[in-house]
């Protein structure tokens, strides 16, 4: 009632005032203004994102050091994170006291990051950091106080430290064969410097070596500011150097961050939107700003990169060699995404994939790259379908090159998950059999590739194999190769070989052909359902047939029971407390029903109405999904986002059309969250979407012209805006049950036979 009474008591000239004034700061507000890097930075039970200070793509990335935005300490200050949100190399740390240590933590207030700086307050606000980064240099400015001295403390985790008047560098240890190096240079003149070692600055001393391997420089008295640039290279020490004087010629921080944020405008401006909320914009562009967290430019000044993929440094002949891409994520949507607004970086991209074939010596297509080379996590091969996707819509790569390394890979290496070895007995039972085979309850494991943690994983790896080997054949198809074409889209219907007709799930079958009973579609597989799923359990797997979903209506008894399975997957309660399902299932968070918004084997699932004559309820869906788990809060990502792997569902859906299935040439059509969209093209077209109506309430598409046509499809064509062009939709709060409806109106799949 008293607010009631508020509202009531505000005049009208107030009400325009805030208007007015809500509109100016809205008017002035640009694409990287909206990215909030917080979003997400509380987990809602694994891993959170990070507030990612980078320029986009680049080798240089940082965040504060701390677990989550709920952790009170900071770990000194970044220098470079070297692996996607997983590990942070060397470390600053300024102190003003008497107790030296290798890494000081601090309490911190005031914090504010964005994509391109980053300023904190620390030790109850009596010093300050600011920060600014290019692509491979950054600049730090901290600020003391007076009548304390000033220190700067330099350590390296696992390498060495050489420290000079005025200058520190060293290595870090990474792998067996990686390392990274910085090179550091003061703009004031220390009056000491030495090697830190318990306490004691060790004047006399001027190199370390091993575990917290410390430099120290101590500056005069009364010294208020001290400046601070680096370089970063996994090259060498002097590489580093050079690539600081390559890219900062002075110590102007706030030149610094102006040409970072004018990057970041430009990247991030090739959508521009119009309507929504700001909070819509604010999810849009923060989710857009997390798809370029990787891959990361490997090449430094000279045009010579490090590959940890044989440990050599080579020259990179004008093209950029990118790493650190796990590709079971980002196949799905990050490159589709990328190959619209970037066509050169993703061919790029590619051709690095094809190099670190090369050099593994095996020709096997990596699975997922890093800094220190190919961890081979997850299942499966999805390298293919970025070729496939690449090749289908145009792009330049070396399609006999890559058609060997993805057959390769898929036919030599072992399907079993977080698996690098040779192929084994599990492989020759897929081949002959078509399916990889479950362990019964009393079963011992006897395939020595399969890892003790992740297990087989067989319903997984049937289907995503499945998926991989029509992918396969799509290339081979391309190049002519009509006998291998032929055998691998046969391979391709694999996974009917684990369809329960009785049951219409996907499920474990045995080596000797039998169902594994009983059994639960929630609950069995123990952690992760790993013995028989993937870290989500049968019903997210129900769906996994991204390349043929005609045949598994077929499968499923026709369009109704198709609907009818996937409207129960909205609906099916967790069966168990919250605390008994996500200790089996921590990945599968995110959940409305069994559909988990967290993992990416779903992202797809809301569009499969669009293949049995109800696009309504993808609309529908679409929106549940962004407005219910997407949003501009700490908590604002349902799981794992994997730097691009869910957030680029968030910038396709929200535009208002997503690729089901990457290596076929088609977007399913959505629910659009603004009035207008522009996307500029690779080649400098425009692809528009207009949305007339479009609010929370009107989701539902009334009527549908692309490009001038009226348009009856829930879906189009690579071709139909691969040029420009233009899909108007009109919006209502009900839906028009009729479009899109069709039989002929449906998505394209591989034939069902």
Request: charged share 20%; net charge negative.
């Amino acid at each position: 009632m008293r607010i009631l009474h508020f509202f009531a008591t505000i005049t009208v000239a107030a009400m325009l005032s805030g208007c007015n004034r809500e509109q100016s700061q809205t008017t002035n507000r640009t694409p990287v203004d909206y990215v909030n890097p917080y979003i997400g930075n509380i987990s809602h039970l694994l891993v959170p994102t990070f507030p990612t200070i980078q320029l986009p793509n680049s080798m240089l990335r940082v965040y504060p050091e701390r677990a989550d935005y709920t952790t009170e300490l900071l770990n000194g200050l970044p220098l470079i994170v070297t692996n996607h949100r997983e590990r942070s190399a060397f470390n600053l740390s300024p102190y003003q006291g008497k107790e030296l240590r290798p890494i000081i933590t601090y309490n911190y207030d005031n914090e504010h990051i964005t994509p391109y700086s980053y300023q904190v307050d620390l030790n109850d606000n009596s010093m300050k950091a600011e920060y600014a980064l290019s692509h491979q240099s950054a600049l730090y400015r901290i600020t003391f106080e007076a009548d304390k001295p000033a220190y700067i403390i330099i350590n390296s985790r696992n390498g060495s430290i050489h420290v000079g008047e005025n200058f520190i560098s060293g290595h870090q240890q990474l792998s067996a064969n990686t390392n990274v190096y910085v090179y550091i240079e003061p703009q004031e003149k220390p009056v000491s410097t030495g090697i830190l070692k318990d306490g004691v600055i060790e004047a006399s001393k001027d190199n370390a070596e091993g575990i917290n391997a410390c430099a120290a420089w101590r500056f005069a008295d009364g010294t208020t500011t001290v400046s601070l640039r680096y370089g970063i290279s996994f090259i060498s020490e002097e590489q580093a150097e050079k690539n600081m004087r390559n890219e900062l010629k002075d110590y102007n921080i706030k030149n610094l961050a102006k040409a970072g944020r004018q990057i970041w405008n430009e990247t991030l401006g090739r959508i521009k939107v119009e309507g929504g909320t700001e909070d819509d914009k604010t999810v849009l562009y923060s989710s857009f700003y997390r798809t370029f967290e990787r891959p990361i430019c490997m090449s430094e000044a000279g045009g010579r990169y490090f590959s940890a993929f044989d440990g050599k440094v080579h020259d990179d002949n004008g093209t950029p060699f990118y790493n650190d891409d796990w590709i079971w994520d980002t196949y799905r949507a990050a490159h589709p995404l990328r190959i619209l607004i970037d066509t050169k970086k993703e061919e790029d991209i590619i051709a690095s994939f094809l190099l670190m074939a090369e050099q593994m010596g095996t020709m096997w297509m990596p699975t997922f790259p890093e800094v220190t080379g190919d961890s081979r996590r997850m299942n499966s091969n999805h390298a293919v379908a970025t070729i496939a996707d690449a090749l289908a819509k145009g792009l330049n790569i070396n399609a006999v090159k890559a058609y060997e390394a993805c057959r390769k890979g898929m036919e030599e290496k072992t399907l079993a998950p977080w698996s690098g070895a040779a192929a084994g007995w599990l492989d020759n039972f897929y081949r002959e059999n078509g399916y990889i085979p479950a362990l019964r309850p009393d079963e011992k494991e006897t395939d020595p590739n399969v890892h003790p943690f992740e297990k087989r994983q067989p319903v997984a790896v049937t289907l995503g194999t499945s998926y991989d080997q029509w992918c396969l054949s799509r290339i081979a198809e391309l190049l002519g190769k009509k006998d291998e074409a032929a055998h691998y889209l046969q391979c391709s219907y694999n996974y009917r070989n684990i369809f329960n007709k009785e049951t219409g799930f996907f499920h474990p079958k045995d080596k000797e052909g039998k169902w594994i009973t009983p059994f639960d579609y929630r609950y069995s597989g123990g952690m992760g359902a790993r013995e028989y799923y993937g870290e989500n359990n049968g019903w997210v797997y129900r769906w996994d047939v991204p390349h043929n979903v005609a045949d598994l209506i077929n499968l499923m008894g026709g369009k109704e029971q198709f609907i009818s399975n996937l409207d129960r997957t909205f609906s099916e309660p967790l069966g168990r407390s919250k605390y008994e399902f996500y200790s089996k299932l921590p990945d599968h968070t995110g959940n409305v029903g069994q559909f988990s918004m967290a993992n990416e084997p779903s992202l797809h699932i809301p569009y499969l109405y669009n293949y049995a004559g109800q696009p309504w309820k993808t609309q529908k869906r679409i929106r549940q999904m962004l407005k219910t788990w997407f949003r501009n809060d700490l908590m604002g990502i349902p799981g794992d986002e994997d730097g691009g792997g869910m957030t680029s569902f968030v910038v396709f859906s929200s535009l208002g059309f997503y690729p089901v299935t990457p290596g076929l040439p088609i977007y399913n059509i959505g629910s659009p969250l603004f009035t207008n969209t522009k996307i500029i093209l690779s080649n400098g077209s425009v692809f528009e979407i207009e949305a007339q109506n479009a609010s929370d309430e009107n989701k539902y598409i009334q009527s549908a012209t692309l490009n001038g046509q009226k348009w009856e499809k829930p879906w189009f064509s690579h071709d139909d805006l691969k040029n420009g062009g233009k899909l108007v939709l009109t919006m209502g709060n009900k839906p028009n049950k009729a479009w899109g409806s069709e039989d002929n109106a449906v998505p394209p799949s591989a034939e069902a036979k």
